[in-house]
């Protein structure tokens, strides 16, 4: 199953909020990729924080971007939260 990226926001400790085509709203941790090539630039917080969504997905000012399967597939959904509602406090589906 394929699903654009609609919406990003950075989230504290190098996690992503996403919301996807279908309206679901995902967290997605950075932190396994922060050693990794031109992720590496992202420890920088002012440069994560840039994370923006481009086509489909997302992508930062240093031009690092993510597959789009990739960030659906090692997310984790977040509960009882719609695309709509605004993020004071996530819970994390186990």
Known sequence: MYLAVVQVEPLPDYHLKLTFKNGE???FDMNPYLNL????????????NTVRVSFDT?????EADMDPETLYAES??????L?????AKY???K
């Open 25 to 27: 709203i995902r967290v």
């Open 37 to 48: 090539g031109i992720f590496n630039e992202l420890k920088d917080i002012s440069m994560y």
């Open 58 to 62: 997302i992508e930062w000012e240093n």
């Open 76 to 81: 984790t959904p977040i509960e009882s939260q």
């Open 83 to 87: 695309a709509s509602e605004p993020t």
């Open 91 to 93: 819970e994390i589906k």
